[in-house]
């Protein structure tokens, strides 16, 4: 086999889909890191990205695809410390410019140089404008951007990168108001959705109501320790309702129906987090009936430092990302499956040398 080659899995054509193919293998220059790449999760976001028209993204083609990625440092650049080499880590998937005010804040997951340009969206990271980790090897710009896993299995891990970083920042940034009388509908319980209603009773949340019309995706919730599932927003509602209301909707779905049945579920003080990107809107006023006191927020990932708690999280044994595995070259169909909502938890895609180590291993379901 020819080692100056790799299987990638790239996006050649915008509104095109992901293809495989043999690309050359990168090499780390400067302050850059080689990773042989072990687990690379899928992502709902990577289909927007390949469905989109020309000019709305200013990312660069063809783009290996794979911003949810872990593995092995083999080699680094001639600026980097070698003792890196070895290390099995995880990539944190904002590469912040860590030069702005909320860079130095320790906000790098909003930094400043990620706001658009003349109305096209600016590159993120690894798979979202950069080459990422759908492949057998991975080029990041500098160990910041690392994470160590340990003895963490790769394919757990992976997920953490998005996933889990994101739920974690949704969970954390509304920490004060979990406690052991919260009401919390999350609603989507998807790869992120999952996770944020395991995070939010590990915060202590009183109810976690996970709301999903897929019975899969509702057992998952009931396995992550929700306390109640609904396959209808409408039917969670009413649940909450009898509980005096809800104090906090997580809404990983983004759609126009359930953000403006999230807004009308809320108590005074209350809070509708948007995550995800289904393209609904939703209108909020001082004078449009809602109750006294609300917020409607839409944050964005989560900070390195976010990363780093989560995977300390499934380090302890106490999170767990749901995941199914398959080879890296099976990635057209995974895409496929991940489009038509077939999949609860996550699919992570493993390079041939990690099929090899995963070989007898039950994939976590």
């Known amino acids: 086999m020819d080692r100056s080659l790799m299987l990638a899995v790239q996006l050649l054509d915008w509104g095109g889909g992901p293809v495989v193919r043999n690309v050359p293998v990168p090499s780390p220059t400067g302050g850059e890191v080689l990773l042989e790449v072990t687990a690379a999760g899928l992502c709902r976001s990577d289909l927007a990205v390949c469905a989109a028209p020309a000019g709305r993204f200013d990312y660069p083609l063809p783009l290996t695809l794979g911003h949810e990625v872990a593995g092995r440092v083999v080699r680094t650049g001639p600026d980097v410390d070698g003792d890196l080499i070895g290390r099995s880590v995880v990539v944190h998937g904002v590469w912040s410019c860590r030069r702005c005010r909320n860079c130095r804040r320790g ?124 396959e209808s927003l409408s039917d969670a509602i009413a649940e909450t309702d009898g509980l005096g209301g809800t104090d906090l909707v997580l809404d990983f779905v983004g759609a126009d129906d359930t953000m403006s049945a999230g807004v009308r579920a809320l108590v005074p003080g209350g809070r509708l987090v948007v995550v995800g990107g289904a393209g609904g809107a939703v209108s909020v006023g001082k004078n449009k009936g809602l109750s006294a006191g609300w917020q409607v927020s839409a944050p964005f990932w989560g900070t390195r430092a976010d990363l780093e708690a989560v995977v300390a999280l499934a380090t302890a044994g106490l999170v767990e990302a749901e995941v199914s595995t398959r080879p890296l070259d099976e990635a057209v169909d995974a895409y496929d499956r991940l489009r038509a909502g077939v999949e609860a938890g996550r699919t992570v895609l493993l390079p041939p040398r990690s099929v090899a180590d995963h070989a007898g291993k039950e994939p976590n379901r």
């Open 107 to 230: 906000r790098e997951n909003y930094c400043l140089a990620l706001r658009p340009v003349d109305g096209r969206l600016a590159p993120i990271g690894g798979g979202l404008g950069r080459d990422g980790g759908l492949a057998e090897y991975m080029v990041v710009p500098d160990p910041t951007v690392l994470v160590d896993i340990g003895s963490l299995p790769p394919a757990s891990a992976a997920p953490l990168a998005d996933a889990g970083a994101t739920a974690y920042h949704v969970v954390e940034s509304n920490s004060d108001l979990l406690d052991e009388n919260a009401v919390v509908i999350v609603v989507g319980i998807g790869g992120l959705g999952h996770l944020a209603v395991r995070l939010a009773v590990l915060r202590g949340a009183g109810h976690v109501v996970a709301v999903d019309p897929r019975a899969a995706a509702r057992m998952s919730a009931t396995t992550m320790g929700a306390s109640s599932v609904h």
